[in-house]
């Protein structure tokens, strides 16, 4: 009856027990096998993994490498790549369940941290771009064209204005592809190279041109819009408008656009569409322990911090050094490629929209009644609300027209 007891609402019974998987290579040939993202958790230390795990190393491998079965033509591959590569872990000192966690959360962090410089890499372009156009061009392009253009409305000067800066950031954003795909190739452990992957995983679930479109609209839509610009930009603004002024308005914003765009937007675009790569099987834990090389991975993650912090620098310096090599593949990708026109189609359009609203929305919304203060921030949250749209529209269109076919990942950022 309403407002009756429930007792079973108020339950204090404890949850059922996690069912723990069979020792050595039974979960191979288990009837139901985990799914990629039980293998591959959102949080790995907080995550039901653990619990799951069997007593054994060969037995935690063959779970975590059961998730790739897709048939029984596949049962025996992976009972010959479990017991092989439980070997190799063995040898290498990782002999007890808890060492085998213990291995996965490690690996897991060295290679976040790696997404995290790889989106940074990826989105420097574009941030430059950001740069130069919020502190230097965006308000010299409006003025000069809204003073040369005197007899149009001004919203059509903007839209030039934008659409010329839009394309001018989409092309050092495309510019920077090949030396970011270069340098990265072999970076990451859950995603080894196709030549150290095993006939069992060797392009297992390649994206579809659907599923790179989705991932790329909502890894750009989360970070460089709801993260940066929804987290971070929109409070600053907010603020501002009730305690500062329009200048430390203009700054903050501008200083979080560059800032946040490149460690928010950049680094958390690419962590995300790593995620989502994992949770897909692409890459992942499963990928990791199928590696051909999974020894020489094992005594590089065994060696001293500071030398590990040396191949990190190294692999910067070489990024530096592809910029310059892959000058013609960046030229390319700039002005002969798919990818780069739809970017420039998509951003050109895009940030012409912005430009002519931001110029004529607090006109019109002045002449409405409404103060030049209100009109501001109102104008500021439209373009907030119109670039989170912008993003996810970019990161489809890139997706769409790359598909799988692409060689090399058609989103630098």
């Not at 039974?26 to 985990?34: D, L």
């Not at 958790?41 to 993994?49: D, Q, V």
């Not at 005197?150 to 059509?156: F, I, N, Q, R």
Request: glycine fraction near 12%; charged fraction near 15%; aromatic fraction near 8%.
């Amino acid at each position: 009856m309403p407002g009756g007891f429930n007792p079973s609402i108020h339950s204090t019974e404890a949850p059922p027990p996690i069912e723990q998987a069979p020792d050595h290579l039974a979960s191979i040939e288990a009837t139901q096998v985990p799914s990629f993202r039980d293998v591959n958790p959102y949080f790995f230390n907080k995550s039901a993994f653990h619990a799951k795990l069997p007593n054994d190393v060969t037995g935690c491998v063959a779970f975590v490498l059961s998730s790739m079965r897709r048939d029984d033509a596949d049962i025996q591959p992976l009972k010959d790549l479990a017991e092989k590569q439980s070997k190799v872990l063995q040898d290498h000192g990782i002999t007890t369940r808890e060492q085998f966690i213990g291995l996965l959360n490690q690996v897991e962090w060295r290679d976040r941290g790696t997404g995290l410089v790889h989106g940074m890499a990826g989105a420097s372009g574009f941030n430059t771009g950001s740069a130069i156009v919020d502190f230097a061009l965006a308000d010299k392009a409006l003025a000069g064209l809204l003073g040369s253009w005197k007899d149009v409305p001004a919203a059509l000067p903007a839209y030039a204005a934008g659409a010329f800066l839009g394309v001018m950031m989409s092309a050092m954003d495309v510019g920077t592809g090949p030396a970011v795909a270069k340098t990265f190739a072999d970076a990451y452990y859950l995603r080894p190279p196709e030549d150290q992957t095993p006939a069992p995983l060797k392009g297992a679930n390649a994206h579809t041109k659907a599923s790179l479109a989705a991932s790329i609209s909502v890894a750009a839509g989360s970070s460089f819009g709801a993260a940066r610009n929804g987290g971070i930009r929109l409070p600053q603004t907010v603020i501002t408008h009730h305690v500062g002024s329009s200048e430390q308005r203009s700054l903050g914003d501008n200083v979080i656009d560059v800032v946040g765009g490149e460690i928010v937007g950049g680094g958390g675009m690419q962590l995300i569409r790593n995620s989502l790569d994992n949770g897909a099987g692409r890459s992942g834990f499963q990928h990791f322990l199928a590696r051909e090389d999974l020894g020489a991975c094992l005594d590089h993650l065994n060696k001293p911090a500071l030398e590990q912090m040396a191949s990190v620098a190294k692999r910067f310096g070489s990024y530096g050094k592809n910029v310059v090599t892959e000058m013609p593949a960046a030229m390319k990708s700039v002005l002969a490629s798919a990818a780069g026109w739809t970017s420039h189609g998509v951003l050109g359009s895009g940030f012409g929209a912005l430009f002519s609203m931001l110029v004529a929305m607090p006109k019109t919304l002045e002449a409405n009644g409404i103060s030049k203060k209100d009109a501001e921030l109102y104008t500021q949250l439209a373009k907030y609300a119109v670039l989170q749209a912008l993003y996810h529209v970019w990161g489809g269109a890139m997706g769409a027209v790359a598909g799988p076919r692409a060689t090399a990942d058609p989103s630098p950022v």
